[in-house]
């Protein structure tokens, strides 16, 4: 959507007051016929809907990109205190280092910017995203059940 409806409303608007310049030049005459100028009346009282009803969309309009930018500024914001560690994101909280104690799915936030907390598994270190089915591993899950795998020394 552009500016088209408050385009629309103005033209309506600059031909309302054309019809009303031409209703004075009727009333002026001497012999005034009603029937001419009740139909630009009528013509008038029609542009004055449309003027209406034109800017009544740009209203909504104009709500809805303040609602998506308000949307798109909360994001923003909500970024700053995301960060990626582990295989997942977390959420920092007011402490310069502390962050969440559950993490948040990564496909959920890097496509559609979506918080998903992730569902804890059976075992520690082990998440699954509850929205996508998305499974995670963070390092507590390496620390206890799994040893890391080094490359051997060459000689």
């Not at 309302?16 to 016929?33: A, P, Q, S």
């Not at 009528?42 to 949307?71: F, H, M, N, P």
């Not at 890097?110 to 998305?134: N, W």
Request: hydrophobic share 35%; aromatic share 8%.
């Amino acid at each position: 959507m552009s500016f088209a409806p408050i385009e629309g409303a103005l033209g309506a608007v600059k031909a309302g007051f054309d019809l009303i310049k031409g209703v004075r030049e009727l009333l002026k005459k001497d012999k005034v016929n009603p029937t001419e100028v009740n139909g630009q009346l009528l013509e008038l009282q029609e542009l004055l809907l449309q003027a209406r009803s034109s800017l009544v969309e740009a209203r909504d309009y104009i709500t809805k990109l303040e609602g998506d930018l308000s949307a798109k500024l909360q994001v923003e914001e909500l970024k700053k205190s995301m960060f990626y560690d582990q295989t997942v994101y977390w959420k920092r909280t007011g402490d310069a280092e502390g962050a969440e104690p559950d993490p948040y799915c990564t496909v959920c936030w890097e496509k559609d910017r979506v918080l998903s907390h992730l569902r804890p598994g059976a075992t520690k270190g082990t998440y699954t995203c509850q929205i996508d089915g998305t499974s995670y591993y963070t390092d507590s899950y390496n620390d206890n059940h799994m040893p890391v795998l080094q490359r051997a020394r060459r000689r």
